[in-house]
């Protein structure tokens, strides 16, 4: 299948309110996240600024929610928030541009893949921060190539582009 019939399926999968990504070959389908998710989505957003600790980043903190990407890989992923320091290309197609950053919320369900594989795909493909929350349990990941650290939200997480959130 090509990359552009790919992306003409994962648009139709929409259309009938079904979640398709791509993932190393793989076809993952999800529902659409309930209103908890979203609202978590937006509250994060809403507090994505610059660093103050990192005055010398030069990173525009630009955050994009559910955007489909085409990762490295050839994958086609859309992480719930996605954090570039400059703004990608308007496409009408999948954005190439690899986040500086990825936030996902974890769905009822979907625990498992977004607790043990989504880190360690997004740092695979070059993001250097992927943070996973459960709204649930306030449970809160923050995963980079050094390593992990757990956390109870609410809590501040500082990114490696010098961007921040509050979770």
Same mark, same amino acid.
């Given at each position: 299948?090509?990359?552009?019939?790919?992306?003409?399926?994962i648009?139709?999968?929409?259309?009938?309110?079904?979640?398709?990504?791509?993932?190393?070959?793989?076809?993952?389908?999800?529902?659409?996240?309930?209103?908890?998710?979203?609202?978590?989505i937006?509250?994060?957003?809403?507090?994505?600024?610059?660093?103050?600790?990192?005055? @010398?980043?030069?990173?525009?903190?630009?955050h994009?929610?559910? &955007? =489909?990407i085409?990762?490295? !890989? %050839?994958?086609?992923?859309?992480p719930?928030?996605?954090?570039?320091?400059?703004?990608?290309?308007?496409e009408?197609?999948?954005?190439?541009?690899?986040?500086?950053?990825?936030?996902?919320?974890?769905?009822?369900?979907?625990?498992?893949?977004?607790?043990?594989?989504?880190?360690?795909?997004?740092?695979?493909?070059?993001?250097? @921060?992927?943070?996973?929350?459960?709204?649930?349990?306030?449970? &809160? =990941?923050h995963?980079?190539? !050094? %390593?992990?650290?757990?956390?109870?939200?609410?809590?501040?997480?500082?990114?490696?582009?010098?961007?921040?959130?509050d979770?």
């Amino acid at each position: 299948m090509t990359p552009k019939e790919l992306e003409a399926m994962i648009e139709r999968a929409d259309q009938i309110g079904v979640r398709l990504e791509i993932i190393g070959g793989a076809m993952v389908w999800e529902t659409f996240p309930a209103m908890k998710h979203q609202v978590a989505i937006d509250r994060i957003r809403a507090s994505i600024k610059p660093d103050p600790s990192a005055p @010398d980043r030069q990173c525009g903190c630009f955050h994009l929610a559910d &955007v =489909l990407i085409r990762f490295p !890989d %050839g994958s086609l992923k859309r992480p719930d928030v996605s954090i570039f320091c400059q703004y990608p290309v308007e496409e009408d197609v999948a954005i190439t541009l690899v986040p500086e950053a990825v936030i996902e919320i974890i769905s009822k369900g979907s625990e498992a893949k977004d607790i043990e594989f989504s880190p360690y795909f997004y740092l695979a493909q070059g993001v250097k @921060d992927v943070v996973i929350f459960d709204p649930f349990t306030l449970f &809160v =990941l923050h995963a980079r190539r !050094d %390593g992990r650290k757990h956390f109870t939200a609410p809590v501040t997480i500082q990114f490696e582009c010098g961007c921040q959130c509050d979770v």
